[in-house]
Structures are given as C-alpha cells and as structure tokens.
C-alpha cells in the first residue's frame, strides 16, 4: 500500500516551484502593462479609440484603419506563415504613418515594449495612413535627373544651351 501522507519535501519543491513561476510572471505582467498603455496613446493619437488596443481581433481592425489597408486583411492574420509578413508589413506601415523609418519597425517588432510607448509618448504626430509612401507618391523620385554630360569620345558637337 502507498503511503499518502504530505512530505515536506514534495511541498517545498512546489512552492520553489510557484516562487519561479511567480518570478517570471511579475515581469512579464510589467512589459505587457507597458506595452499597452503604449499602444493606447498611439491609438488615441491616430484618433481612433485608446481601449481598443486591449480587445482581441478587434485591435488588428483599428490598426488596419490607423495604415489605411482594407478589413479584409484581418483573415490575413489568421494564417500561417503569412501572418508572420502581415504582421512586419503592418507595423511598418505603423511606424511610417507616424513619419518613422524601417529601423523605427525593427524596433516594433523586436524591443515593442520600448518603441511603443516612445510612439506614443514621443514627439511624433500621426501624419494620416502610411503617410511616408504618399508623400512619395506626390513628389517621385526620378532615377535619370537631367545632367550636363557629354561624351568625351563623340565628335558631334552638342548643341549650345541657354
């Protein structure tokens, strides 16, 4: 027969256990806390409402209207793999709707907790939906900018310019 008496060495090691877990909970709890009031005030910025940065699904809607992209995306964000593409590409559409680079994005994506208060709180106004690539589409860049160059090795004399 088994004795089922408590020993106290299977009770120490499960508060040991509960005081790791305790342990690692307390920060993670801290950075999501962060993060979230974060993403708040970039929401509250781009005129959308603050709390819906906490509600599932519904947050990816929001930030879809913040970048300008369709509602049909949403599905996107439920497949794999693809997701993973959606995601970088809708948080570099985030940082450029608020006039940042794709280094602004690197930091999104990876130190989140860091870049999503300095977004909100920062000093960076919401510009309107991925406002770097329309300010691109208004003002192109051309490849070929007329110059003055002329080839050495021709002998047709160009013609004089005013």
Same mark, same amino acid.
């Given at each position: 027969m088994q004795d089922?008496?408590?020993?106290?060495?299977?009770?120490?090691? #499960?508060?040991?256990f509960m005081a790791i877990i305790l342990a690692m909970l307390i920060p993670i709890i801290i950075v999501?806390?962060?993060?979230?009031?974060?993403?708040?005030k970039v929401y509250s910025k781009a005129g959308?409402?603050?709390? /819906?940065?906490i509600i599932? @699904?519904? %947050?990816?809607?929001? =930030?879809?209207?913040?970048?300008?992209?369709p509602l049909w995306w949403v599905i996107l964000f #439920?497949?794999?793999?693809?997701?993973? @593409?959606f995601v970088i590409w809708t948080l %570099?559409?985030?940082?450029?709707s608020f006039g940042q680079s794709e280094g602004f994005t690197i930091g999104l994506l990876l130190l989140g907790f860091i870049f999503w208060p300095i977004l909100g709180f920062g000093n960076y106004p919401y510009l309107g939906p991925s /406002? /770097?690539? /329309?300010?691109? =589409?208004?003002?192109?860049v051309n490849p070929f900018p007329?110059?003055?160059?002329q080839d050495p090795f021709s002998n047709n004399n160009p013609p004089p310019q005013s």
């Open positions: 089922y008496n408590s020993d106290s060495s299977s009770v120490d090691s #499960f508060g040991a999501s806390v962060i993060t979230i009031i974060g993403q708040w959308k409402p603050g709390w /819906a940065c599932p @699904i519904y %947050n990816i809607i929001v =930030m879809l209207e913040i970048v300008g992209k #439920f497949i794999p793999c693809v997701n993973i @593409i %570099n559409l985030v940082s450029k /406002a /770097a690539e /329309a300010r691109n =589409m208004n003002n192109p007329p110059s003055n160059y």
